[in-house]
């Protein structure tokens, strides 16, 4: 892309930095504004659906909290964690932020540390399950994911962090989305 710029009429001039190409001209965009004051543009465009070349291999995969994940093969996937390893950041930013006046100036940048804090987290967590679920669906045409109850194990107050931090509701819905975009088969078996 060429233009580094993009002009508002409520907030003004942006500087863009571009997460890749368009792949046709867009018939709109929306500009969204994070919690953590990041500007974002959310391009529509219409684009055909590709289909990837059919595979013999199949995989199945078992979600877990040491290893995200396990593979039929016996692959196993270790997460990044991102909040385990920031933990003790993240408590002295909250720390900081509860021991601020509401409404003061103060209390507003020390909220934005801590929703940067949570973007950042939140960006690695992503980036993570993008590539890893992209990179399944590629190598796979038919891929099965056991059926977690995420919303009850989250209640478990001794592995609600852990849970909360690997992400898996987010996995099972990119790869769901992109197993139907590239023509693959996703199943869900039930529990026993």
Not at 88 to 115: C, D, I, M, P, W
Request: aromatic share 8%; glycine share 4%.
């Amino acid at each position: 892309m060429v233009n580094t710029k993009f002009r508002s009429a409520k907030i003004g001039k942006l500087k863009i930095v571009w997460s890749r190409d368009l792949p046709a001209a867009p018939s709109s965009v929306t500009v969204i504004k994070d919690s953590a004051h990041r500007y974002f543009l959310s391009f529509v465009v219409e684009i055909q659906p590709e289909v990837l070349p059919k595979t013999d291999n199949s995989v199945g995969i078992d979600l877990g909290i040491k290893t995200f994940a396990t593979f039929s093969d016996g692959t196993k996937v270790d997460a990044p964690k991102p909040l385990k390893k920031r933990i003790k950041k993240y408590q002295k930013l909250s720390k900081s932020l509860s021991h601020k006046t509401k409404g003061s100036k103060r209390y507003e940048k020390a909220r934005v540390r801590v929703a940067k804090f949570h973007a950042k987290l939140k960006d690695t967590r992503t980036d993570f399950l993008h590539k890893l679920s992209t990179e399944i669906i590629r190598e796979n045409q038919t891929i099965i994911l056991e059926n977690l109850n995420v919303s009850g194990m989250v209640k478990n107050r001794k592995l609600s962090r852990a849970i909360s931090d690997l992400g898996w509701r987010t996995f099972r819905t990119f790869l769901e989305g992109k197993a139907e975009k590239y023509g693959r088969d996703f199943r869900v078996i039930s529990r026993p």
